[in-house]
């Protein structure tokens, strides 16, 4: 079955130091990935997304990820966390087909302290 | 166009009675998508339009569970007989169609999604 695991449920960091938020997916085939973000009472906002281009990818508010075929993995990273990163954030994938439709990880809620 | 709206963005009901809600998409996303978030999961797939065709439902969409897209604009999506089971956020997204590995084909912009909850 296609699927996405979050390795952590919950991360808690210091403002100002590196984020790394774990994802890995199952491999049928190429996916495309993408890492979402849901603020408290706001809809889910898309932090980048991941199609087969460059492994490397860059998002907005300084996120990056990157994707490893031989690990199947796709962890979200970010070099110095602020308050405003506080939020739950989702790893998705997409394998395409006629539906397109998204498999959500069970999401991952980072905590960011003072 | 500001993006997906949804409404009502909360709603309290009865055990047994119905509820409806409504998506509004973006206006030139010819797909929309039904999500269903519960406490502490991600969000899961329900059903999905291309224009005003029904093209999927989930196994997660019981018979109380009704979707319509008229016309290929609006979507509702409808519960009857509600059960305290059914009490989660309803999401809905919009696309455009595309294929290929093209990145805009792909991506889904959500709504702020109705909070359904059974008493």
């Known amino acids: 079955a296609q699927s996405v695991t979050q390795l952590d449920s919950h991360v808690s960091v210091s403002e100002g130091t590196p984020v790394l938020l774990r994802c890995n997916y199952s491999?049928?085939?190429?996916?495309?990935l993408f890492w979402y973000v849901q603020h408290p009472n706001k809809g889910l906002q898309l932090l980048l997304k991941y199609t087969s281009a460059a492994t490397l990818v860059k998002g907005i508010n300084g996120f990056e990820a990157e994707f490893k075929k031989s690990e199947t993995s796709f962890h979200l990273t970010k070099p110095s966390a602020h308050m405003s990163d506080a939020a739950e954030y989702f790893c998705?994938?997409?394998?395409?087909?006629?539906?397109?439709?998204?498999?959500f990880g069970t999401g991952t809620l980072l905590a960011v302290q003072p | 166009d500001t993006g997906v709206s949804q409404d009502p963005r909360h709603k309290i009901t009865k055990r047994g009675q119905n509820v409806t809600f409504r998506c509004d998409p973006i206006?030139?996303?010819?797909?929309l998508y039904w999500y269903r978030q519960t406490l502490g999961q991600g969000p899961e797939f329900l059903t999905y339009?291309?224009?005003?065709?029904?093209?999927?439902k989930s196994r997660l969409l019981s018979d109380r569970f009704s979707a319509e897209r008229p016309k290929g604009s609006f979507s509702t999506l409808e519960i009857q007989r509600t059960e305290q089971g059914d009490s989660a956020m309803y999401l809905c997204?919009?696309?455009?169609?595309?294929?290929?590995?093209?990145?805009?084909?792909?991506?889904?912009?959500f709504g702020p999604g109705t909070r359904l909850t059974v008493t």
């Open positions: 339009f291309q224009n005003e065709a029904q093209l999927e």
């Open positions: 206006s030139e996303h010819n797909r």
């Open positions: 997204a919009s696309s455009l169609k595309g294929g290929g590995t093209s990145g805009s084909s792909y991506e889904q912009y």
């Open positions: 491999s049928s085939y190429s996916p495309s």
């Open positions: 998705v994938v997409s394998y395409g087909g006629a539906t397109n439709k998204l498999i």
